[in-house]
C-alpha cells in the first residue's frame, strides 16, 4: 500500500512467490490468509481512540466503532485485483450492488455490510463467543501499536508542547481477526472519517 494514503487507494495484492516485489516506496503487509468471516465475508473493526496525553502517556478506547465488510463473498484463491475480496475499505466497497446499509431508523441486521459494534457485541453472544475475551485481545495490539507510534511522537512533545494537557489526537485504528480469533492492526488513520452522513450508524457513532 501507498504511505500516507487514505481510503484504500493503490493497495493491491501480490503473491511473493510469483511476483517481484514492488521497486517504489510502499509499505508491504503480511496478508491474513484465514480471517474470521461472517455470512462468507471478510470484514474489519474500526476501534477509535483518543490519546489525552503523550507523558504519561493516557489512552481512551471509544465504546463503540464499526464493523465494515467486504462486498464479495471471501475466497483465497479470488483474483488478486477483486478488491472487494480481499480488502474491507469502506471506500472500496460503498459502490458495489452487494452494498447493504443499514435501515434508515438505524436497525441493524446481519446482512448489513456495516455494523455498530454494539451489534457485533449481541451477534458473538448469539453464537457462544465471549465478546470480552476478543476484545481484550483486540485491546491489546491496538495498545501495542499506539505504544510503537508514541516513542517518537513522545520526543518531539516534550520539545514542543509547553503543557501535556494542550493537546490531544484521536486515531482510527482498523483491526482484523484471524479464524482462531488472533487480532492484527492493519493500519492506524491519524484522520479517521468522522463526518457521519453515510448512514444513521455512522451518525450515531
Known sequence: ???????????????SEKTEMPKEEAIIQYY???????TGRKFDIRVYTLIT?????????????????ATHQYDPNADPSDVQTHL?????????????????????????????????????KSNSIDPDALFKEIE???????????STI???????????????EQYGLDVILDENFHAYVMEVNVSPGMSGTDSRIDYTI
Open 140 to 150: 491489546r495490539v491496538v495498545t501495542k501499536a499506539l505504544l510503537a507510534g508514541m
Open 53 to 69: 496525553s503523550a507523558t504519561p502517556l493516557r489512552i481512551y478506547f471509544h465504546d463503540s466503532g464499526l464493523i465494515r465488510f
Open 32 to 38: 491474513i490468509e484465514h480471517p474470521l468471516l461472517i
Open 154 to 168: 513522545q520526543s518531539h512533545h516534550t520539545r514542543q508542547v509547553s503543557h501535556r494537557h494542550t493537546s490531544y
Open 88 to 124: 474491507t475499505n469502506f471506500a472500496l466497497n460503498k459502490d458495489d450492488p452487494n452494498f447493504i446499509r443499514c435501515e434508515d431508523d438505524g436497525t441493524e441486521k446481519v446482512s448489513d455490510s456495516k455494523w455498530s459494534i454494539p451489534f457485533f457485541i449481541e451477534y458473538l
Open 1 to 15: 500500500k501507498p504511505q500516507a494514503s487514505s481510503r484504500g487507494r493503490g493497495i493491491y495484492v501480490i503473491n
